[in-house]
C-alpha cells in the first residue's frame, strides 16, 4: 500500500506577499516610463534614441516576467520526499530522518530581516544565518515559517498549515 499523498497550500502573505506588490509595480512603472520616453522620441522624430528606450525597457519587462517564476504554489509530501511546487521549477528533500519544528517569533522576526532588501523580501533562495545557519528558503508567508532539516539539508517552508506539515513530518524515520 502506497503512502497517502499530503498537499500543503501555500498562500502569499505578510512580508513575502507585500515584497512581491512592490517588486511587481516597480517593474510596471519602469517599462511604462521607458515605453513613455521611447514614444516621445519618437514623437520628436528621434528614432535612435527612442529605440534604445525600447530595447531597455525590455530589461524590467522581462524581470517582471520572471518574478513570479519562484514563487510558491505549495507542498506535497509523498514517497517520502518534501516536494516545493512553484511556479517554474520544482525542488525536493527526502525526508528520512528528517526533524522539524515551527520557528519562533524572534527567529520569524530575524528571518523577515535576513530575506528583506529595499522592502521586497525574497520568497526563495539560499541564506546564511547566524542565528538559523545556512538553509534554503521557500516561503509564502514567514508567519508560517517551519525549519526542516534532512541530513545535511536545512529547508525553510510556510505552508498555510504548519501544524499539518509537521504531522506529516514527525513519524518519518
Not at 513575502?16 to 511604462?32: D, E, S
Not at 528606450?53 to 517520502?80: C, H, N
Not at 498555510?160 to 509537521?166: K, M, N
Request: proline share 5%; charged share 25%; hydrophobic share 50%.
Amino acid at each position: 500500500m502506497s503512502d497517502p499523498i499530503v498537499r500543503l497550500a501555500c498562500t502569499p502573505g505578510g512580508a513575502v506577499a507585500r515584497g512581491r506588490r512592490r517588486l511587481r509595480r516597480l517593474l510596471r512603472v519602469l517599462v511604462a516610463i521607458l515605453l513613455a520616453a521611447a514614444l516621445g522620441a519618437w514623437l520628436e522624430r528621434r528614432f535612435w534614441p527612442g529605440a534604445i528606450a525600447l530595447a531597455v525597457a525590455l530589461f524590467p519587462w522581462t524581470a517582471w516576467k520572471m518574478s513570479g517564476d519562484r514563487d510558491v504554489l505549495g507542498l506535497e509530501i509523498a514517497a517520502g520526499v518534501l516536494r516545493v511546487r512553484m511556479r517554474r521549477d520544482r525542488a525536493e528533500l527526502p525526508l528520512a530522518g528528517a526533524r522539524a519544528r515551527r520557528l519562533t517569533d524572534d527567529e520569524i522576526a530575524h528571518l523577515e530581516r535576513l530575506a528583506t532588501i529595499g522592502g521586497v523580501t525574497a520568497a526563495s533562495g539560499g541564506f546564511e544565518s547566524h542565528r538559523l545557519g545556512e538553509f534554503e528558503l521557500f516561503a509564502s508567508d514567514l508567519a508560517n515559517a517551519v525549519l526542516i532539516e534532512s541530513g545535511e539539508e536545512r529547508w525553510v517552508v510556510t505552508p498555510d498549515e504548519p501544524e499539518r506539515l509537521l504531522a506529516a513530518t514527525t513519524p518519518i524515520a
